[in-house]
């Protein structure tokens, strides 16, 4: 298995329709979570399986501040859950913005959150208070990694 990871336009259909189906899936749960502001993602990401060309995951980050960006979506399809997307997504999300100047990558944990907590402890998520547009995003937990200069994925991130 290998996927391919693109930043792509906001607009892009197959973004479009990703975030289109994770919104659907987050409509059906018993408790959706807050609604995602996106008109303010820096950069968005499309996985792909090179295989079959099939998109089957996605993920955004937006600026909180210079130095700090928030994770704005992490999602994987159904019938790609359980295989190694999200970590190798995630970590390409965490490049984009350190190459943007960020130093520190926030996220949610709780409803309507698909980042999995095996996910978050396996890439160096510690919890922190919430601050900045994640305040006020109602209930959960918030996680914070200090993105060193460094911090390359390692192999087992890589798709």
Known sequence: MRIEIAEVDWNDPVGVRLR?????????SPDPGPASEDADTSVFLV????????????????????????????????????????????RA??????????????????????VPADVRAAAGYRPVAPTGPAAETGPGHRYERVLAADSAPSAADRP
């Open 20 to 28: 289109r189906a994770q919104e659907r899936e987050a409509a059906d």
């Open 47 to 90: 996985a792909t399986d090179t295989r079959s060309g099939r998109p089957i995951g996605c993920g955004g980050v937006r600026a909180v501040d210079p130095a700090t960006f928030e994770l704005t979506r992490l999602y994987v399809v159904p019938a790609w859950r359980g295989r190694p997307v999200d970590r190798p997504l995630l």
């Open 93 to 114: 999300l965490e490049g984009a913005a350190r190459e943007r100047g960020a130093t520190a990558l926030r996220l949610a944990a709780g409803p309507g959150r698909s």
